[in-house]
């Protein structure tokens, strides 16, 4: 694996909260509905339990789904945090605004070393270029010299085994020769800080065994760790401390044996 000098990581985040506008929620009728709807569950649902972020109106009039709200921790290096939480908590929105996909509406960031992240294997590649082509512009993204990105291309090209086919636009690929390319290219350089989506490893039986190593070497090589998963197993192999989330809050941060009890037990407190 391949990666710059840099400094020790971490990563700060301070008072972090996240909207989604629902662009066509202005009609009024709609309007009424929706906040309706939210004044509904921020009384009732959230408190019994409930996943998702609530229905709002932001500053301008806008019906918003409040995604994360008044998020703060710190990761230091060497710490791998698991992120839990059922479905629409907010674990995936999290990442992609630590990875500066979605850009928060409130609050502040700080990344300190080089960031990746492991969240679709089609991320970052541009369809239009070949194969290698690919893995070229990925080096000079990263740093990397010549000699580095030569080293990154033989491994990828190793890696995904994709013969010909490597000097080829990668829209005329199969999704399988996609995923294998792209894979290659998410794991070939180490990150000082790793984000990654548990669902980054679906596909079938075969392909995950043969990326299983290559994965494991990128993350125990990743001086910070932040990862999505509902798996206890990958959690506690993987993470030093997770963190709770429900309806796009903390509602636990602490030791993964501590936290995954309660959190498999249902015993968050009230928000």
């Not at 030093?240 to 498999?264: H, K, N, S």
Request: net charge positive.
């Amino acid at each position: 694996m391949h990666r710059p000098a840099a400094r020790p990581a971490f990563v700060e985040v301070e008072d972090l909260s996240l909207d989604f506008p629902l662009y066509h929620g202005g009609a009024r009728s709609l309007k009424k509905t929706m906040l309706q709807a939210a004044s509904s569950r921020v009384t009732s649902g959230l408190r019994a339990g409930s996943t998702g972020g609530a229905v709002a109106e932001d500053r301008t009039r806008r019906v918003v789904v409040e995604a994360l709200r008044h998020l703060s921790f710190r990761l230091s290096s060497g710490e791998r945090l698991g992120i839990v939480g059922h479905n629409g908590a907010g674990k995936s929105s999290l990442l992609r605004v630590l990875g500066g996909i979605y850009e928060p509406v409130a609050g502040r960031i700080h990344v300190g070393g080089s960031i990746d992240t492991l969240l679709d294997t089609n991320f970052g590649m541009n369809l239009d270029l070949t194969g290698r082509e690919n893995i070229r512009l990925r080096g000079r993204y990263v740093g990397l010299s010549r000699t580095g990105i030569r080293a990154l291309e033989d491994d990828v090209e190793a890696f995904a085994a994709l013969g010909p086919f490597i000097d080829l636009p990668v829209r005329v690929y199969s999704s399988g020769m996609v995923v294998r390319l792209g894979f290659g290219l998410a794991t070939a350089v180490s990150p000082q800080v790793l984000l990654m989506d548990e669902w980054f490893m679906a596909g079938d039986s075969r392909f995950r065994q043969k990326a299983h190593a290559r994965l494991e070497t990128v993350v125990r090589g990743a001086e910070i760790l932040v990862l999505t998963s509902h798996m206890p197993a990958v959690l506690r192999t993987w993470c030093t401390r997770l963190l709770w989330l429900q309806a796009g809050r903390i509602v636990a941060d602490g030791p993964v044996d501590e936290i995954l009890a309660r959190y498999q037990a249902g015993t968050a407190p009230v928000l």
